[in-house]
């Protein structure tokens, strides 16, 4: 059986930083592009960055760029968020999501998700 679980969420003050963890089971690492995504309140959810596990290629929405990294650590079957300079408009639960195939896309819709770690900004 497919499983993701997210962990690292919390709640932080604006500008700083917080990691998140997506740890997977059940499945060929490697086969599979890993995302993370997140909704805000009364929003829908959207996808913040993708990567495949099979050769590190990833993609961030412009609003991740250049603060936000994903990474994969294959023999841990783990993809991280690291996440800077946070803002109040970060605040949501951040899911991270798998998708069979070799490229991270798109990404967009994704197959399997995980149960979601809440993270919170205070200005």
């Known amino acids: 059986e497919v499983q993701l679980v997210e962990s690292g969420g919390g709640l932080v003050q604006a500008g700083g930083s917080l990691r998140l963890s997506c740890a997977a089971s059940?499945?060929?690492?490697?086969?599979?592009?890993i995302g993370w995504f997140r909704q805000a309140p009364g929003k829908p959810r959207q996808a913040v960055s993708c990567i495949s596990t099979y050769d590190g290629d990833s993609f961030y929405m412009d609003f991740a760029k250049g603060r936000f990294t994903i990474s994969s650590d294959n023999a841990k079957k783990t993809v991280y968020l690291q996440m800077n300079n946070l803002k109040p408009e970060d605040t949501a639960v951040y899911y991270c999501?798998?998708?069979?195939?070799?490229?991270?896309?798109?990404?967009?819709?994704?197959?399997?998700y995980g149960q979601g770690t809440q993270v919170t900004v205070s200005s």
């Open positions: 059940g499945f060929t690492f490697g086969d599979y592009a």
């Open positions: 999501a798998a998708m069979r195939g070799s490229s991270w896309s798109p990404c967009y819709e994704y197959d399997i």
